[in-house]
């Protein structure tokens, strides 16, 4: 453990699994990882300190093939919302608050990044957004060169796809295999964050 990183607090808001929070816990930092059923955004009181903010909001009312209605939205909202005041109340160091391409900008602004998995050598497809106050990770790879995996593809696409997969093809993918007992759904492994690009975003944002 690299003195001094155990005294800096990074806040995993809405994290499921804590795939992005990862690289920082296995770094020796101090992470709290706020998620259901433990623990609450909506009610969540953060401590003081915090040195950096992930935010991973559930996408469902965002998203472009989602149903999208009045209630969903107004749910949704009510999250990220707190994930904002949060991060607000906080003032850390850095903070990020990521969703799946879709409907959000409309609500909160455009995004400061817009990444594939396969940039930063997990060779699927799930076109994410990024808003915040970070360093952007440089991606690494294009489609032809990067890493192949096999999972479904949607029809008429020639990439692998994660929406569109199962959890066990998922979790059969080596680098997600970690996360098998922490994963109860599909849409638990289709939410964590591709392993490659939560290491990219820690080494840009120490």
């Known amino acids: 453990m690299t003195a001094g990183k155990s005294n800096k607090i990074i806040i995993d808001l809405c994290g499921g699994t804590g795939s992005w929070s990862k690289p920082y816990k296995e770094a020796g ?66 903070w990020a608050l990521e969703n799946p391409v879709g409907f959000l900008s409309d609500f909160i602004g455009k995004q400061k990044l817009i990444f594939q998995p396969f940039e930063y050598g997990d060779g699927w497809t799930k076109k994410t957004a990024v808003w915040g106050s970070f360093n952007i990770p440089i991606p690494i790879y294009k489609w032809a060169d990067c890493p192949k995996v096999n999972l479904p593809k949607r029809a008429g696409r020639k990439k692998p796809s994660l929406p569109y997969a199962h959890k066990n093809q998922i979790l059969d993918i080596p680098q997600m295999s970690w996360a098998k007992d922490l994963c109860k759904t599909d849409a638990d492994a289709r939410a964590i964050t591709p392993p490659s690009f939560a290491r990219a975003f820690y080494e840009a944002n120490k």
């Open 29 to 94: 930092y101090d992470v709290r990882l706020v998620t259901l059923p433990d623990n609450n955004v909506l009610t969540y009181e953060p401590p003081e300190n915090v040195y950096g903010i992930l935010a991973a909001p559930p996408c469902t009312a965002f998203s472009i093939t989602g149903k999208r209605n009045k209630e969903n939205m107004n749910k949704a909202m009510e999250v990220v919302n707190a994930c904002i005041n949060i991060i607000e109340m906080c003032k850390p160091v850095f």
